[in-house]
């Protein structure tokens, strides 16, 4: 997309002096166009030849003095009045010296038969030669400045549409980075509070802890690709429920049934993480008696529409369900939601299923991501 | 030295303490004992039990409460938070101190009437500041000498509520705590640590999961290099009581500890 865009705008540019040589010709065939009429009519050769050398004189001056004027005027940066008011002058003076010019000469050589009939006054002879300067000021305004007005309101509309679609980009990708689950500060400092508490009476665990707590800061503050393999999450996944097992000894137990298969599969940063949260919080830690259990299972499974695998994690719990999901457990769904949709379009998906004796949620997700990754990511 | 120790302990303001999670519900009652400005007179896991605890007409003397703003057990984000409302709301004479990992909670709790907060991580110098701020506010009434300290814990549902002279020895397992009594065995929410600080005047720690009540050792035995001790109300032939295995590297200290307050025996 981007590399495309550049060359595109290339080509404009390119244009310009294509477009300088084309205006130059739709002029030349104007005016020739014109002659030619005029000889036709009145089958006058010596008027036809006089208009001819007379308007390959007085156009290039009038034209190439109306071409200085119009980039002294956009140097300048006048507005599109002040640039009008600027060239109907220029043409009218131009014209009305021509005219005069033309007075003069048809007045000494009446032999090149300026003029069909009798002499005619100056005075009319300015004036409509100051009026036929303005008829080529709108000549030269069609030939040279209406393609660039042109090609200048296309180059416009490019960009704008090219900043709508990197700023889309940038949106995407800055929603990805928030919805990215992290470590969250509560989390931490609770952490440390263990601890800190666990440091007398079990300094083994207290050392333990800490390098959980440090593998984990780890992998969460390093700000690396959307995607990591399977494998690298459940171990991230472990050191999670390590710390959460110590701090709720006998109330949160975990279980493990991760298919090695499905151990390569790639899977958004973090992306289990908040239903793993959910589960302890919402799940093992509300019953009111007996251990708290929650299991993580991971595995491949084949969808024979697509005849691809896809890979399927689910998060269960004993805990005692929920109607309706509490405002905080929603925001973490939703996230997980909203990331695999960002990333898998409608490939992707999260179910909960919730009863009185546990929860459980399910990721589904392809196990390639092509165009959505492509451009999401990039 | 005696009357002045006596004083000390009658000025000592009574805790509950209110955490969700085992090393910082520990933490914070060693925390509190040993600041010496107060004693905890229980460590429970949820508001529910504190409810209890706090209501119960057989129940204990409470001057504060520190409870956690998040309570993991009880559903919403600040459930601990919305159980001081409520108790504030219903007028009752206990003060509440919240912990809380970041401050703007704490104003939060300020508003509500809660009067003072505990940053998390929980330090020595946090807690004293906070019980000296708060014995400053509040002059502990001195309270009668049959006020002792008891020790809440709990038998399926029901709270219990124990003397410490009633307990034999708490035993530490598989990150729980047991008393046990002649009526039988309680769980507790409280480490063999947090508890050696509330009482280690009476109870002495023979191993890393035993902490004993040396009143109510009964026999010392002695087979090659294990030491174990019989605490109850019988001897171990009359079976009641528990055994209990000390440390090899305490075996030597218990015994010279229990002979100092014995006689009858010829030292070796």
Redesign the interface.
């Known amino acids: 997309m981007h590399a495309g865009s550049s060359t595109d705008t290339r080509d404009i540019v390119l244009a310009r002096g294509y477009r300088r040589v084309l205006g130059v010709a739709f002029v030349v065939v104007l005016v020739l166009l014109q002659v030619a009429v005029q000889f036709l009519t009145s089958h006058d050769r010596v008027r036809a030849v006089t208009q001819l050398v007379y308007l390959s004189v007085e156009l290039p001056v009038l034209m190439g003095a109306l071409s200085i004027g119009y980039r002294w005027a956009m140097r300048r940066r006048l507005g599109s009045f002040a640039m009008l008011c600027l060239g109907v002058l220029t043409a009218g003076f131009i014209g009305a010296v021509f005219g005069a010019l033309i007075w003069r000469l048809a007045q000494s050589f009446p032999m090149l038969r300026f003029h069909a009939g009798s002499s005619i006054e100056l005075s009319r002879a300015i004036a409509f030669s100051t009026t036929f300067g303005q008829l080529h000021f709108g000549l030269w305004a069609l030939a040279f400045v209406f393609p660039f007005a042109v090609d200048g309101a296309r180059l416009r509309a490019f960009e704008v549409e090219k900043h709508r679609i990197e700023a889309e980009q940038l949106r995407s990708k800055a929603e990805l980075v928030t919805l990215r689950a992290n470590l969250e500060p509560h989390f931490l400092l609770n952490t440390l509070n263990a601890i800190a508490g666990l440091v007398v009476e079990d300094p083994t665990e207290a050392r333990r802890l800490l390098v959980c707590l440090g593998d984990l800061l780890r992998d969460a503050l390093h700000d690396e690709a959307e995607l990591q393999p399977l494998e690298k999450q459940i171990d991230w996944l472990r050191r999670y429920a390590e710390v959460l097992e110590a701090r709720y000894p006998k109330a949160v137990h975990f279980s493990w049934e991760v298919e090695p298969a499905a151990g390569h599969a790639l899977i958004p940063r973090l992306l289990l993480q908040p239903l793993v949260e959910n589960a302890v919080k919402h799940g093992a830690l509300r019953r009111s008696q007996g251990e708290g259990h929650i299991c993580v299972r991971a595995s491949l499974v084949h969808d024979a529409t697509a005849n691809t695998d896809r890979l399927v994690c689910s998060i269960g719990d004993n805990g005692p369900g929920f109607q309706g999901p509490a405002r905080d457990a929603a925001f973490g769904l939703r996230a997980v939601r909203r990331r695999l949709e960002l990333k898998y379009g409608t490939s992707g998906a999260l179910h909960i299923e919730s009863s009185a004796t546990g929860t459980c949620a399910t990721v589904e997700l392809p196990l390639a991501s092509p165009e959505f990754g492509a451009s999401a990511a990039s | 030295m005696n009357t002045t120790n006596n004083s000390n302990q009658h000025d000592r303001l009574r805790a509950l303490v209110v955490e969700?999670?085992?090393?910082?519900?520990?933490?914070?009652v060693?925390l509190i004992e040993a600041s010496g400005l107060a004693e905890v007179v229980g460590a429970l896991s949820d508001a529910e039990q504190a409810r209890e605890v706090l209501h119960a007409t057989a129940g204990v003397t409470v001057d504060v409460v520190f409870v956690d703003v998040?309570l993991?057990?009880s559903?919403?984000?600040r459930a601990g938070l919305d159980w001081a409302r409520e108790e504030i709301a219903a007028g009752q004479p206990f003060s509440f101190v919240v912990a809380t990992?970041?401050e703007s909670h704490a104003i939060e709790a300020f508003e509500l009437g809660v009067v003072d907060y505990l940053l998390?991580?929980?330090?020595e110098e946090r807690v004293k500041h906070c019980l000296t701020r708060l014995r400053s506010r509040h002059p502990v009434a001195p309270t009668s000498t049959l006020d002792r300290l008891r020790i809440v814990s709990r038998r399926k549902?029901s709270l219990v509520f124990l003397d410490p002279d009633e307990i034999w020895a708490f035993e530490a397992a598989d990150?729980?705590t047991f008393a046990h009594t002649e009526h039988g065995t309680f769980d507790l929410d409280l480490?063999l640590?947090?508890i050696e600080t509330s009482f280690g005047r009476t109870f002495l720690r023979v191993h890393r999961s035993w902490l004993v009540n040396l009143k109510h050792v009964k026999e010392l035995e002695r087979e090659g290099t294990e030491t174990r001790l019989f605490v109850g109300n019988r001897m171990s032939d009359a079976g009641q009581g528990v055994f209990v295995q000390v440390a090899r590297d305490r075996a030597q200290e218990v015994r010279d500890l229990l002979l100092a307050n014995s006689t009858g025996l010829r030292r070796a």
């Open positions: 969700d999670e085992w090393p910082a519900r520990n933490y914070l060693e998040q993991a057990g559903p919403g984000d990992a970041f998390k991580p929980f330090s549902k990150r729980m480490s640590t947090a």
